[in-house]
């Protein structure tokens, strides 16, 4: 190696930056290279998806669980994850879910990944304006705005806002609403659009 990329490595590993150049800020990898699973639920949620999988992986491993039941201990930590306090240490609330897993199958297969879900809040909006024109007189005019969203788990949303349109004499209404609406498709692009895929709780307009 010439003395210039020796010299080029060594301020590299000495610099601020090597922990991201060599992919140490990252604490779950951090944590899978040293074989630990001493990490909270902030490390856990800072890792790349990939990485926090493997380290499930490895502590399903240590403890002889099944792998085949991988999907659902992710599913299961995320749902916890995206739910519990950051400070709670990794490898207790993997204990909630191997306590699931042993005791309440079917809860512990029904555990929703809330932490890597996409976000569809703007696709239930859109969900939400299309059933909120079939109520109108005159949907060609409607006007929507202030929306206001709120995700409450498990692709369930709230939508709220006003639309402006005109009533049967030509007049400009204006009226409120709001929709209760949760996602039950497939994880796909391109099902998220489709009204079929979506369960309609509540859908409120009053003037």
């Given amino acids: 190696m010439s003395k210039w990329l020796m ?61 085949t039941d991988l999907s659902f201990y992710v599913n299961c930590m995320g749902d916890y994850a995206g739910s519990k306090s950051e400070e709670l240490m990794f490898a207790a609330v993997f204990k909630w879910c191997s306590g699931d897993a042993k005791n309440d199958r079917a809860a512990f297969e029904a555990h929703f990944n809330e ?10 909006s859109t969900m939400c304006q299309q059933l909120i024109k079939r109520q109108l007189t005159s949907p060609a005019t409607a006007d929507f705005g202030g929306w206001r969203r709120a995700g409450q788990g498990q692709w369930r949303y709230l939508s709220a806002g006003h639309v402006d349109a ?22 796909e692009f391109g099902e998220y659009l489709k009204m079929s895929n979506w369960t309609i709780h509540d859908v409120a307009i009053s003037q």
């Fill in 7 to 67: 010299g080029l490595a060594l301020v590299v590993a000495a610099s601020p930056a090597s922990a991201w150049f060599w992919g140490n800020d990252n604490p779950v990898r951090k944590a899978i290279n040293e074989g630990s699973f001493e990490l909270t639920l902030a490390d856990y949620k800072a890792g790349e998806v990939e990485d926090r999988e493997e380290l499930i992986l490895a502590l399903m491993a240590d403890q002889s669980l099944s792998q």
């Fill in 115 to 124: 932490l890597d879900a996409k976000d569809l809040s703007f696709d239930a």
């Fill in 166 to 187: 005109q009533n049967a004499f030509g007049a400009v209404v204006r009226a409120s609403f709001t929709c209760d609406l949760q996602y039950g498709g497939l994880d």
